[in-house]
């Protein structure tokens, strides 16, 4: 496999414009999932998707983020209205089926709002 | 709510020493524990994971990791830390069924 891939690795935006980032997932992969990382800490999760469906969005940091997988192989993430506060970094990650299978992560995308 | 503590923000050792890495989750049912490592800028990398079964599990680069529910912890041990090990270790746990709750991390450092 090619393993998760994400673009862009690096995304320098103004405070109030919006930004999306792409995941591209392990091809037999049905499950894709968001997670942000601010220095210092870990992981925090965002939401994830099962095939196209989203069944997990509770946890997306408020109204102005929003994920898609529409045809359930490639994801964005997209952020409206950034705010300095949202500079961290975006982590993809992919795994097949069930809830104890290994998740693989992308290499992110660093997100700085200046 | 679940949580995973890592009690040590930041360990240093010399190369060729021994190494722990503390890790402590919170929830009742049997967990599914991992740990990732992340190198400056990159994604996480899966190091080994416990899902049942024998309680010491044997991962890649000479890790492993010991499951001991009864002080609710999986702890990190490599027998002789390399310097391409320093990087900032993550211990996680998937109980909940969809999503990855992480510790807040251990950045390791290796002394020549």
């Known amino acids: 496999d090619t393993g998760v891939s994400q673009n862009p690795r690096h995304k320098i935006t103004k405070r109030g414009q919006n930004v999306t980032f792409r995941c591209d997932p392990i091809?037999?992969?049905?499950?894709l999932y968001w997670y942000r990382q601010t220095l210092g800490q870990g992981p925090e999760f965002l939401t994830y998707?099962?095939?196209?469906?989203?069944?997990?969005k509770s946890r997306l940091l408020s109204d102005r983020f929003s994920a898609e997988r529409p045809k359930g192989s490639f994801s964005t993430l997209e952020i409206q209205r950034t705010e300095q506060g949202d500079s961290a970094m975006y982590l993809c990650?992919?795994?097949?089926?069930?809830?104890?299978?290994?998740?693989?992560f992308g290499p992110g995308t660093r997100l700085l709002v200046l | 709510a679940q949580s995973v503590t890592q009690p040590d923000i930041h360990i240093t050792v010399s190369e060729g020493a021994s190494l722990e890495l503390r890790c402590n989750y919170s929830?009742?049912?049997?967990?599914?524990l991992f740990w990732y490592v992340q190198s400056p800028g990159q994604g996480l990398q899966l190091l080994l994971k416990?899902?049942?079964?024998?309680?010491l599990v044997q991962g890649i680069k000479g890790f492993e990791a010991e499951f001991k529910r009864s002080q609710s912890s999986f702890n990190l041990r490599k027998p002789s830390v390399h310097w391409s090990d320093a990087a900032e270790y993550f211990c996680?746990?998937?109980?909940?069924?969809?999503?990855?709750?992480f510790g807040g991390g251990t950045r390791l450092m290796v002394k020549p």
């Open positions: 996680a746990n998937n109980n909940a069924g969809n999503m990855l709750t």
């Open positions: 998707f099962q095939n196209e469906a989203q069944l997990e």
């Open positions: 091809s037999e992969h049905n499950r």
């Open positions: 990650a992919s795994s097949i089926g069930t809830a104890a299978e290994t998740q693989y």
């Open positions: 416990y899902f049942s079964g024998d309680t």
């Open positions: 929830y009742g049912a049997t967990p599914y």
